[in-house]
Each structure stands twice: as structure tokens, then as C-alpha cells.
Antibody
Framework: QITLKESGPTLVKPTQTLTLTCTFS??????????VGWIRQPPGKALEWLAL???????RYSPSLKSRLTITKDTSKNQVVLTMTNMDPVDTATYYC????????????????WGQGTLVTVSS | QSALTQPASVSGSPGQSITISCTGT?????????VSWYQQHPGKAPKLMIY???KRPSGVSNRFSGSKSGNTASLTISGLQAEDEADYYC???????????FGGGTKLTVL
């Protein structure tokens, strides 16, 4: 059974750096083709894809946020960490991590398991 | 502005069928069979309903189906039920530098 859970601060101040951790179970990020992504959703707005890291440390970022994002993995701890610099009130959102599956060793382009999400508010 | 275009809202009565469209480009929806659909109830995490355009994950009702024509993908829900009332998002891989895109979401109201 695959589960993911996001953790991190619920409140950050403008200009600060946000660090979120996704702790997962039921799969390994050392399995060929597997990935973990981050998606956010501002209150009342649409989902927005942020970043994704694969088993082989291939990293992909949303171009509009690339300069502010860093995604890393710790395979031994079953964790993926997302950092976002220079936080602004418009970054207030629920942040989700999600599992991107594999078929054989081929990447699949969807998210089949999601964490419950964590609401991050940016305010002074 | 989302990369994939969805209608803001659709509605239907119990038992009816509805279709939600998702329009992209030849770099995403039209170029690859990597369209997925997610259902999201208020305050909940998204749930995968359709992947690879038309495949249903185990446990998802066969009332949900997906298709694609050109640069537009569609999600059809038949036999509408009250519990289908939710927001629906499409998503796709894209060969552009963006890599992954979501639609703006569609609010389904069951009348």
C-alpha cells in the first residue's frame, strides 16, 4: 500500500525559504522509472505542477518557478524534499506530493497516489 | 492561465451523462496518449480517475470514461450520481519545457 505525507511549516514570512518534506511508504525511489512530484493549489484555484524527481535523480521543474525551486531525494529515508525560496503571499497554497508510477522500467505520466496536502500560508 | 483549457463549470441531473473537455496543443494532449483526469472533492486530495487517455485505475467506476480527438481530450461521466459532484482536472505530459501541465479545473454540479 502506497502512502505519502507532506510535512513542513504552516506559516512562513515573505522572503523566507520554504522547506517541505514528503515521507512515503509502499515503494522505493530506487526502483527504475519511479518518480515523486509536487503540486500546489492556492485556495479556490487550480492545481499547479511544481517539480518532479525520478529514481535516477533526473529532476524536472515548472519553468515559471524553476529559479526558486530545488527538489532532492533521500532514498534511505524514503523522503523527497522541496525547497522554495523568496516566498510571497501569492505562494499561499496547499502543497501536495504524489507518486508517479512505472511500467516495467518506463515512466508513466500520471499521479496515482497523493498525500493529504499541507496548507502553507505566507504572511508577515 | 493554465496550459490546458477546461470549461469552468458543467452540470447535469442524476442519471444523465456529461462530458468535460480539455483542450491543449500538439505538444501535449494532441501529441501523446498521456492525458489523465483527477476528481477532487472539497478539502480532499485529488484522486486519479483516468490515465493514458482512457484507462481506468482499479476501483474507479466504469461510469467514468476518457477519450481524445486531436488536441482535445474528454471525460465522460454516465449515470450521474450525487457523489460525482466535485472539481475535475485534466493533466498531460508536454514536450515543451514545461514537462507537465494541468487544466484549470471544471466544477461539476449535480442538479
Amino acid at each position: 500500500q502506497i502512502t505519502l505525507k507532506e510535512s513542513g511549516p504552516t506559516l512562513v514570512k515573505p522572503t523566507q525559504t520554504l522547506t517541505l518534506t514528503c515521507t512515503f511508504s509502499g515503494f522505493s525511489l530506487s526502483t527504475s522509472g519511479v518518480g515523486v512530484g509536487w503540486i500546489r493549489q492556492p485556495p479556490g484555484k487550480a492545481l499547479e505542477w511544481l517539480a518532479l524527481i525520478y529514481w535516477d535523480d533526473d529532476k524536472r521543474y515548472s519553468p515559471s518557478l524553476k529559479s526558486r525551486l530545488t527538489i532532492t531525494k533521500d532514498t534511505s529515508k524514503n523522503q523527497v524534499v522541496l525547497t522554495m525560496t523568496n516566498m510571497d503571499p501569492v505562494d499561499t497554497a496547499t502543497y501536495y506530493c504524489a507518486h508517479s508510477p512505472v511500467w516495467g522500467s518506463y515512466r508513466l505520466y500520471y499521479f496515482d497516489y497523493w498525500g493529504q496536502g499541507t496548507l502553507v500560508t505566507v504572511s508577515s | 492561465q493554465s496550459a490546458l483549457t477546461q470549461p469552468a463549470s458543467v452540470s447535469g441531473s442524476p442519471g444523465q451523462s456529461i462530458t468535460i473537455s480539455c483542450t491543449g496543443t500538439s505538444s501535449d494532449v494532441g501529441g501523446y496518449n498521456y492525458v489523465s483526469w483527477y476528481q477532487q472533492h472539497p478539502g480532499k486530495a485529488p484522486k486519479l480517475m483516468i490515465y493514458d487517455v482512457s484507462k481506468r485505475p482499479s476501483g474507479v467506476s466504469n461510469r467514468f470514461s476518457g477519450s481524445k480527438s486531436g488536441n482535445t481530450a474528454s471525460l465522460t461521466i454516465s449515470g450521474l450520481q450525487a457523489e460525482d459532484e466535485a472539481d475535475y482536472y485534466c493533466s498531460s505530459y508536454t514536450s515543451s519545457s514545461t514537462y507537465w501541465v494541468f487544466g484549470g479545473g471544471t466544477k461539476l454540479t449535480v442538479l
